[in-house]
């Protein structure tokens, strides 16, 4: 079992920059892929970004493709959501989450373990 506690929401402004930080403690020794996804009111949870285990492959939502960056130091056991330019749209709680296997992937039933979010809100 591994647990995921996400920081760094907050309030910011329009263009402006926020950098989440997702912390994984327990069982991190499985070479997992994992992602990051946010949630607004009234809206299903939406898929944001993947990484892969080595860093090598990347996927990113139409929706955050060059203003968001994933990233991950497993020596740290953490992973990171670099955002910027951000806009009143992003305005969410943001989770991370640990995939089952090794491969990159977009579906939320592929993950099967979160952390309890942090919100993000961006005012224009």
């Known amino acids: 079992q591994v647990q995921l506690v996400e920081s760094g929401g907050g309030l910011v402004q329009a263009g402006g920059s926020l950098r989440l930080s997702c912390a994984a403690s327990g069982r991190t020794d499985s070479k997992y892929a994992m992602g990051w996804f946010r949630q607004a009111p009234g809206k299903e949870r939406e898929f944001l970004a993947t990484?892969?285990?080595?860093?090598?492959?990347?996927v990113y939502a139409d929706s955050v493709q060059g203003r968001f960056t994933i990233a991950r130091d497993n020596a740290k056991n953490t992973l990171y959501l670099q955002m910027n330019s951000l806009k009143p749209e992003d305005t969410a709680v943001y989770y991370c989450?640990?995939?089952?296997?090794?491969?990159?992937?977009?579906?939320?039933?592929?993950?099967?373990?979160w952390g309890p979010g942090t919100q993000v809100t961006v005012s224009s």
């Open positions: 989450a640990r995939a089952r296997g090794q491969l990159p992937t977009m579906r939320t039933s592929e993950y099967a373990s």
């Open positions: 990484i892969t285990w080595t860093s090598i492959t990347t």
